[in-house]
């Protein structure tokens, strides 16, 4: 009798170790990263021996009277007594404790997300304070205003139609449980291969999407389309009138940003490059470099070709004049903070903590600080070396340029290749600011179109250069088997296409889009400030108050900007 006991145990314990080491891998198929799930396995099917009741004196847990003596070392607390059973009347079962573990996995997961997400939220404020103190005193208010509603114009759209039509047909997502629901693509079929173009489910988070894992998985990808949409406000601040400013980011939260997104992370075409054409993993960017920051510098850019620069800038033959910010300090102090937020932004792209490749995010992390660091090198070096002088403006831009970069790369470069790519990006965003304000002759008071949409597309390209191979995403990405893996790594040339066509996709497409649907608006309600309402400083026009009361503007040749004490 005791040997059957013992013998019933041990395959109790067996089972359990099989169930656990054999939970379905994970596929990368919700997160900003990728967009081709691998189907999770389906959970094994519960069979008698599953409705056993476990011999919990086995597992020798603590009694009441230990714990009440206290568990300074954390050896007694977390138990099997503390595995919740289905009936209590049976007690814990090998059904209890099997679904107990991945219930913990995938609540891992969760709070992950979560809290990566909630790291991202917080770097509005780093972009609304970079952007604020680059601009001059008398449009501070209105730049703040800028950023603060751009969060909740955003938000709305996303939640009406764009989260759908990024996300709507992603599932299964292995790592949050599967968020089912959302699981209709609308396909074309092309050259005997299907290509999606939209997610179809999930509109107002209503009927099956009220989801515990849709609701993450929301959270999650909806900070990452704010942070697009702000990109726009820097590039066109001190001349953008606010009513067009409140349509046009309505429109890049609806519609621009989530259908480039549903093309590399929602299961569409772009993702599927690497499945249908063998072009290595498809195109590839973990975390945004493009989808996100791209996505915002190419919307910049054509905004700010709309609304055009701001009075003063460009003297009558063309030279552009130096339009100083107010505040140089809060500008590091909002870098700084964005830096912080970026450690949500990269390893939080794994949408996981737990699982196949989930404990890459340390490598994440490390490849975001160091990027970013190498950057802020190379723009420092630059601006030194030029000019004579070490610019802290640009430094800062340098900081951020090389995070950007960092972004579509980090989940599948080494330190030494994240080094390069920061350090890369901090030298192209000083060559770009020169080469969009003296030969576009477009007017960037923040430098928001170089660093995100210059170094946006480097990193989507460096993807293809720098993927070192070693990455471990549940054995795949974007439906194809193996690690991502870069032309200076043996991967050929075939990622570096796929990359290519997502850079040239951007360049047309999400450009070309952004551009059309901002004529619109400008032909609707007019995107540009009165010259008199410019000159004067947008905070009493738009806004009906100062940022800075207690002040005096000082008049200069551009109608005013610095400070004094009254």
């Not at 005791?2 to 198929?29: F, M």
């Not at 997610?199 to 009927?207: C, D, E, V």
């Not at 072009?279 to 700010?304: E, I, K, N, P």
């Not at 107010?326 to 590091?332: A, E, K, P, R, S």
Request: one cysteine or more; proline letters at 5%; aromatic letters at 10%.
């Amino acid at each position: 009798m005791k040997s059957g006991e013992s013998l019933k145990r041990y395959l109790s314990a067996v089972a359990i170790l099989l169930v656990l080491c054999g939970l379905p891998a994970w596929a990368q198929t919700a997160a900003p990263a990728s967009a081709a799930p691998a189907a999770a396995a389906p959970p094994p099917a519960p069979g008698p021996a599953m409705d056993v009741p476990l011999n919990v004196k086995a597992a020798q847990p603590p009694s009441t009277d230990d714990l009440a003596k206290g568990d300074p070392g954390g050896t007694k607390t977390g138990t099997v007594n503390d595995v919740v059973p289905a009936d209590a009347t049976k007690g814990v079962t090998l059904a209890d404790a099997v679904n107990q573990a991945g219930q913990n996995r995938v609540a891992i997961n969760f709070v992950w997300t979560l809290v990566t997400g909630f790291l991202v939220m917080f770097m509005q404020a780093g972009f609304a304070i970079v952007e604020t103190g680059l601009c001059r005193a008398k449009n501070a208010n209105h730049t703040m205003m800028m950023n603060f509603m751009v969060y909740g114009f955003g938000l709305f759209a996303y939640w009406v139609c764009g989260f759908a039509l990024q996300m709507g047909g992603v599932a299964p997502s292995g790592t949050l449980g599967g968020a089912y629901p959302l699981n209709h693509e609308y396909a074309l079929p092309l050259l005997g291969k299907t290509w999606g173009l939209f997610g179809m489910h999930g509109f107002f988070l209503s009927g099956a999407s009220y989801d515990v894992a849709v609701m993450v998985l929301f959270l999650f990808q909806m900070v990452f389309m704010d942070t697009a949409l702000t990109i726009v406000t820097g590039a066109a601040a001190e001349r953008w009138k606010y009513a067009a400013f409140a349509i046009s980011s309505v429109f890049l939260g609806a519609i621009t940003y989530p259908v480039f997104a549903n093309w590399a992370w929602g299961g569409g075409w772009l993702s599927q490059l690497g499945a249908n054409f063998n072009l290595g993993h498809g195109y590839c960017d973990f975390a945004g470099s493009g989808v996100v920051h791209a996505v915002g510098g190419m919307t910049a850019l054509a905004v700010s070709m709309i609304v055009g620069p701001r009075i003063g800038k460009y003297t009558r033959n063309g030279t552009p004049n130096a339009m100083p910010g107010h505040d140089i300090v809060i500008v590091l102090t909002g870098c700084f903070i964005l830096a912080f937020g970026w450690f949500g932004f990269n390893p939080g792209s794994t949408l996981a903590a737990s699982g196949n490749g989930a404990l890459r995010i340390g490598s994440i992390a490390v490849n975001t600080m160091l990027a970013g660091c190498t950057g802020s090198f190379g723009a420092l070096l630059y601006m030194w070396m030029r000019y004579g002088k070490p610019d802290a403006s640009m430094t800062g831009n340098g900081l951020l340029a090389g995070l950007v970069a960092i972004t579509a790369p980090s989940g599948f470069v080494s330190t030494v290749g994240s080094v390069i790519i920061g350090f890369v990006a901090g030298l192209l965003v000083c060559v770009s600011v020169e080469l969009v304000e003296r030969v576009l002759k477009v007017d960037d008071p923040v430098g928001a179109i170089s660093v995100h949409g210059t170094n946006g597309l480097w990193g989507v390209i460096s993807v293809g250069l720098f993927a070192d191979g070693t990455s471990n995403y549940g054995g795949s990405w974007n439906g194809v088997a193996g690690s991502v893996t870069g032309l200076f790594y043996g991967g050929g040339a075939g990622q570096l296409v796929a990359q290519f066509i997502g850079v040239g996709t951007l360049l047309g497409f999400v450009f070309a889009l952004s551009y059309m649907g901002n004529w619109v608006i400008d032909i609707i309600v007019g995107q540009r400030s009165s010259a008199a309402d410019e000159l004067e400083g947008l905070d009493i026009p738009e806004m009906g108050a100062l940022c800075y009361p207690e002040f005096v503007l000082k008049p200069d040749a551009f109608g005013s900007g610095s400070v004094k004490a009254a």
